[in-house]
């Protein structure tokens, strides 16, 4: 079983719509990242997470710690928002740069 | 700034061959990091450093070798390349505090490598 798993893999909507996209995790973790990467294929870290909520523009992410759950929210989607949104956690001890990847969903806004 | 930079973009090698990945980053971080993404696979660390002259080993660090020489410089070196070693290469960068690393990391562009 991944350690890291998002849901859903594929995502379509159309402009305007809000978009929610989920993040579940096995292990207990010190911080959760939301990264996204681009049609391009750069990446670019979106929010750090260890508890609550994170808003950042339309971009709104959510963790519940008990759970072992996050979310990345978008509101007022536009197809720029389209990429790929990849959900990271880093666990206690081991390594300090250890993260844990999911494999990501890829999101399409279209017009 | 230039932020994470990565060299070169794209390199076809045949089996056996060597070469050597570099990454550079202006920011003057403490911690690089080296990733393989493979098509549907999340991203996986390589080899990390924590600081100049120091390396230590990822998830899967099989068939590679890593050197940080120079605190702005970490390469990543395939010594016999093998199909397998097919992957987008991403160089990360963080900022450490003390004993304590800043989450954030940097990503560079990514390197695409096709082994024959």
């Known amino acids: 079983k991944n350690e890291v798993e998002q849901s859903p893999q594929n995502l379509t909507a159309q402009e305007g719509e809000f978009i929610t996209i989920n993040c579940s995790y096995s292990v207990g973790i010190s911080a959760l990242h939301w990264l996204q990467q681009h049609p391009g294929g750069g990446i670019v870290s979106l929010f750090m997470l260890s508890s609550g909520k994170k808003k950042h523009g339309r971009l709104i992410a959510t963790i519940n710690i008990q759970e072992k759950h996050s979310s990345l929210h978008i509101t007022a989607s536009h197809p720029r928002d389209s990429a790929v949104y990849i959900c990271?956690?880093?666990?206690?001890?081991?390594?300090?740069?250890?993260?844990?990847f999911g494999k990501g969903t890829k999101l399409s806004v279209k017009p | 700034n230039a932020g994470v930079t990565q060299t070169p973009k794209f390199r076809v090698l045949k089996t056996g061959q060597s070469m050597t990945l570099l990454c550079a980053q202006d920011?003057?971080?403490?911690?690089m990091y080296w990733y393989r993404q493979d098509p549907g696979m999340g991203l996986r660390l390589i080899h990390y450093s924590v600081g100049e002259g120091t390396t230590a080993k990822g998830e899967v660090p099989d068939g590679y070798n890593v050197s940080r020489l120079k605190k702005q410089n970490f390469l990543l070196g395939l010594e016999s390349a093998a199909p397998s070693q097919t992957s987008v290469y991403f160089c990360?960068?963080?900022?450490?505090?003390?004993?304590?690393?800043?989450?954030?990391?940097?990503f560079g562009p990514g390197t695409r490598l096709l082994v024959l």
């Open positions: 920011m003057n971080h403490e911690y």
């Open positions: 990360a960068s963080s900022l450490g505090l003390g004993q304590r690393v800043v989450e954030t990391q940097y």
């Open positions: 990271a956690v880093r666990g206690y001890g081991g390594s300090q740069g250890n993260l844990i």
